[in-house]
């Protein structure tokens, strides 16, 4: 299914590029206006649920190859992204974090710079190479 391809190729660049917002915001005034505009409730939760869904659906019906095996990186990318944005969120709001989301904070919240990194080049290489198994 094209569209979900190409869907699921923008939104985990958009999602890359919004959690890295807050890294470069100081020397690119592009990445302050997103990292202002994503600070909404609505426009992360709307991100949020479409990067889910997206990335459920993947794992079941990949553009080409195996079920879960086909599409297994951006999938991953896609549920790791919508992670830190709904985490993040939730953790700006908190006065005091909850102990049950420490495992998540020093997983996805401490290296989200490196993963929305990694989520953008998981959808370049996933438009590069659309056919090939895991990308």
């Known amino acids: 299914m094209e569209q979900l391809f190409f869907l699921s190729i923008v939104m985990n660049t958009f999602g890359g590029l919004i959690v890295v917002a807050s890294h470069f915001g100081d020397k690119y005034p592009f990445f302050k206006q997103l990292d202002a505009l994503t600070q909404n409730l609505g426009v992360r939760m709307i991100i949020t649920l479409i990067l889910l869904v997206i990335a459920v659906i993947k794992l079941v019906l990949p553009f080409y ?39 998540i904070d020093s997983i996805l919240l401490k290296n ?15 438009f590069l190479f659309p056919g090939a198994i895991i990308f």
């Open 65 to 103: 190859g195996f079920p879960v095996i086909g599409d297994l990186l951006p999938t991953l990318a896609g549920l790791s992204l919508a992670g830190i944005l709904l985490f993040d969120y939730y953790k700006s709001r908190q006065d005091e974090p909850l102990p049950s989301f420490q495992m």
């Open 112 to 126: 989200k710079f490196l993963i929305g990194i990694g989520a953008i080049v998981t959808a370049l290489l996933h």
